[in-house]
């Protein structure tokens, strides 16, 4: 595939080609200085200090920690939190590549910590690792097997910091590709698996996309759509993707509600950060720098990978999927999920969510996670 210099919005469609939500944020006010703060970032300190202390773990059995931890020789951010480290512990492995969630999960994520112990990992070439690490050192991570190897190094460090046996795994998008990986090599030290609107099969995912569009694009007679869209054929065909139909693709995804239900935009995810006691102005802006670092560096990997292959686990598999999404169809988790073996398997549907379910439906993924997932992780503990 040819990797153009692109826009920073061209590129975070183009980003998207891996599952992930796109990776830019809407901008910040400009200023004279590009790397300099914006004239907001007062009021948004102000925002996030307040934050802070309404969200303070003070229960005794409590852990709250945000620091980087050395796996496999490089700094990676995390963070735990829960109100009683006796919980089970549940390991969130996110999206993109290089879209973090530990600085956009402080909307849902409390009421996970009533339950959970919550662990956030900047991935690398993500936010505060890339930033605190520095390019050089965090390219040399950007593999699929060197990412399951590191996330295989975070399980095993929680589970000494919080005193568990297993931990469920939490993988969203693009992080399904490792943290399904980490679960087949290690299935001893998984209690459950999650799979949120996962990456199964590259190219079985972009045709199934590609589909789901024409198709909304017919029935809403959306002539503009279905030109752009023809346009494209074959899609994605035989060989390399180029990220000019990947722009296409993705622009139309996002206006059906494709990324989020019922809207033409996900600025509610993307700007949540701003407000994450866990991320500054510069944490943000690496958010974007991951995703212009880890995408091409990724892309390769991420071409070869069909989980769809997976015949059977030793471990609960559940499959949490929005019922509108169009950036991970579920036509491809479906059939899978239906033939697969495992000790006990469930699609959960999120019916008025897309690609993002525990910010779109916040109180019922949790409810799935308690009354579903939880048990399982008590009972192997």
């Known amino acids: 595939m040819m990797f153009l210099r692109l826009p920073v919005l061209a590129f975070a469609l ?84 290089g879209a973090t969630e530990m600085g956009r999960s402080w909307p849902y994520q409390p009421g996970w910590e009533d339950w959970f112990t919550v662990v956030q990992w900047d991935q690398p070439g993500a936010g505060k690792t890339l930033r605190s690490g520095g390019e050089a050192a965090n390219r040399e ?11 295989l190094a975070l399980i095993d460090a929680v589970r000494g910091r919080v005193g568990a046996r297993k931990v469920i795994l939490l993988g969203h998008s693009w992080g399904n590709v490792i943290a399904l990986d980490a679960a087949m090599a290690r299935p001893d030290l998984v209690a459950a698996y999650v799979g949120v609107g996962p990456l199964f099969s590259l190219r079985a995912n972009e045709a199934a996309q590609y589909q789901a569009l024409l198709r909304i694009a017919a029935e809403r007679r959306d002539e503009t759509a279905l030109a752009e869209l023809k346009a494209l054929a074959p899609y994605p065909g035989d060989g390399d993707i180029p990220f000019a139909k990947v722009n296409v693709v993705r622009k139309w995804v ?44 990724l892309l390769p990997d991420m071409a070869t990978v069909d989980h769809t292959k997976i015949a059977a686990t030793k471990f609960p598999v559940f ?58 992780a008590v009972e192997k503990r």
């Open 319 to 376: 499959m949490f999927l929005g019922r509108h999404d169009i950036t991970t169809p579920s036509s491809v988790v479906e059939p899978w999920l239906a033939r697969l073996k495992a000790p006990k398997k469930e699609l959960v549907w999120f019916e008025h969510s897309a690609h993002l379910p525990p910010h779109e439906e916040p109180g019922k993924f949790l409810v799935a996670l308690v009354e579903k997932v939880r048990p399982l």
């Open 254 to 297: 996002m206006a059906y509600g494709g990324l989020a239900a019922y809207r033409d935009n996900a600025d509610f995810y993307f700007r949540a950060a701003r407000l994450s006691p866990l991320y500054d102005y510069a944490d943000r802006l690496a958010i974007d720098q991951g995703g212009q670092l880890s995408v091409p560096a």
């Open 141 to 151: 991570h950007l593999s699929r097997a060197r990412m399951t190897q590191d996330l």
């Open 14 to 97: 183009a980003a998207a080609l891996l599952a992930g939500p796109a990776l830019a944020q809407a901008p910040d006010p400009p200023t004279p200085d590009p790397q300099a703060p914006p004239p907001t970032e007062a009021a948004y300190a102000t925002a996030r200090a307040m934050i802070a202390e309404r969200q303070k773990i003070v229960t005794p059995n409590g852990i709250q920690v945000a620091e980087p931890v050395t796996l496999n020789g490089l700094p990676q951010w995390i963070s735990i939190r829960g109100a009683d480290r006796a919980n089970p512990v549940i390991i969130y492995v996110h999206g993109g590549p």
